[in-house]
């Protein structure tokens, strides 16, 4: 079975950092591409970042927020920088549900079959 699970999020200001991170178990980050979401109340799951050979922003993002993955830990991080109060939202983090997709859509919240519980992240000004 597999099992994502996301670190806290948390309360930080304008401008402040905070890296969650997604602890993975029954699948290998390694062998599958991994995404980050974000969805606000009555708001669609959008995207924010994902990595596979090579790592995807969002536009809101790029610049800001990094992805990456510690093979060892089999864990998924998320190092957001420089953060906005329009980077209020949940958080979740998923699993690829192909390792070596034909076409890769990491967009696509439909592309993805394991899903964190969701993680609060709020940024006051």
């Known amino acids: 079975q597999v099992q994502l699970v996301e670190s806290a999020g948390g309360l930080v200001q304008a401008g402040g950092s905070l890296r969650l991170s997604c602890a993975a178990s029954?699948?290998?980050?390694?062998?599958?591409?991994m995404g980050w979401f974000r969805q606000a109340p009555g708001k669609e799951r959008e995207f924010v970042a994902a990595i596979r050979r090579s790592t995807y922003y969002a536009d809101s993002v790029r610049g800001r927020f990094a992805i990456s993955r510690d093979n060892a830990k089999n864990t998924v991080y998320l190092q957001m920088n420089s953060l906005k109060p329009e980077d209020t939202d949940v958080y979740y983090c998923a699993s690829y549900r192909l390792t070596n997709p034909p076409e890769f859509r990491p967009t696509m919240t439909s592309e993805y079959d394991y899903w964190g519980q969701g993680t609060q992240v709020t940024v006051s000004s």
């Open positions: 029954g699948r290998t980050v390694s062998s599958y591409p």
